[in-house]
């Protein structure tokens, strides 16, 4: 294995900075050719086009990267464009066809939130938190994907602090659960390998039901 390579951190500095200013100049240059438009993929090296969408989360990446900018440099402008494209997601919060509202609401009503304390905007996370958990299925205690029931991916759980934001902030959504309980009984086990467990093994550990519901106030 190779040995970790040492570099000097105070050459990084100015190397990252310079990528962060490209990456604020092409946003710019998006919204300046583009406006009100959310790229997803580039057709003839376009992100202007009439193709299939497949499925929409990217517009909370590219609003994100906005509110992004207006913290690091403090630019109005990055601050009403932020706050502009945040506003053009708001009616994505009852969407129900994609499982990344995650991606959508917490990189700009999250932080837009955070800077001006406004209540109307907590709603809409709350919402969007709890439309998100109505993809919650039981049987399989998972959040299922826009393919259908019986399916999941795995970065949908980078999706699921919105619920718990919901429910830290609101109480709207109550997800509840709890350490693992032993199982009852002792499941036969191997004699050997990973699974193997010695006569005075603690018993195997499980989670207790997740459950997502909603409740009033």
């Known amino acids: 294995m190779a040995e970790p390579r040492l570099f000097d951190q105070s050459s990084l500095k100015p190397r990252l900075e310079q990528a962060f200013d490209f990456v604020a100049r092409q946003v710019r240059l998006t919204v300046e050719r583009t406006p009100d438009y959310f790229p997803i993929y580039t057709v003839g090296g376009r992100w202007l086009h009439r193709g299939?969408?497949?499925?929409?989360?990217?517009?909370?990446?590219?609003?994100?990267?906005?509110?992004?900018?207006?913290?690091?440099?403090?630019?109005?402008?990055?601050?009403?464009?932020?706050?502009?494209?945040?506003?053009?997601?708001?009616?994505?919060?009852?969407?129900?066809?994609?499982?990344?509202?995650?991606?959508?609401?917490?990189?700009?009503?999250?932080?837009?939130?955070?800077?001006?304390?406004?209540?109307?905007?907590?709603?809409?996370?709350?919402?969007?938190?709890?439309?998100?958990?109505?993809?919650?299925?039981?049987?399989?205690?998972?959040l299922n994907s826009f393919i259908g029931p019986e399916s999941l991916f795995i970065d949908i759980m980078m999706n699921v602090p919105l619920i718990f934001h919901s429910a830290r902030e609101a109480g709207v959504i109550a997800?509840?659960?709890?350490?693992?309980?032993?199982?009852?009984?002792?499941?036969?086990?191997?004699?050997?390998?990973?699974?193997?467990?010695?006569?005075?093994?603690?018993?195997?550990?499980?989670?207790?039901?997740v459950g997502i519901c909603a409740s009033g106030r």
Request: contains cysteine.
């Open 52 to 142: 299939e969408l497949w499925t929409d989360w990217c517009g909370g990446v590219h609003a994100g990267m906005m509110w992004l900018i207006a913290g690091r440099t403090g630019d109005s402008w990055w601050r009403r464009t932020s706050e502009h494209y945040s506003g053009l997601l708001e009616h994505r919060q009852h969407d129900r066809n994609v499982h990344d509202l995650g991606f959508l609401f917490l990189n700009t009503y999250l932080p837009w939130f955070r800077a001006t304390g406004d209540e109307r905007l907590q709603a809409v996370l709350i919402t969007a938190g709890r439309t998100l958990a109505l993809r919650y299925n039981p049987r399989g205690r998972f």
């Open 175 to 209: 997800v509840f659960t709890s350490w693992p309980r032993p199982i009852a009984g002792r499941p036969k086990r191997p004699s050997c390998g990973p699974t193997a467990r010695a006569p005075d093994d603690p018993p195997i550990q499980r989670p207790r039901q």
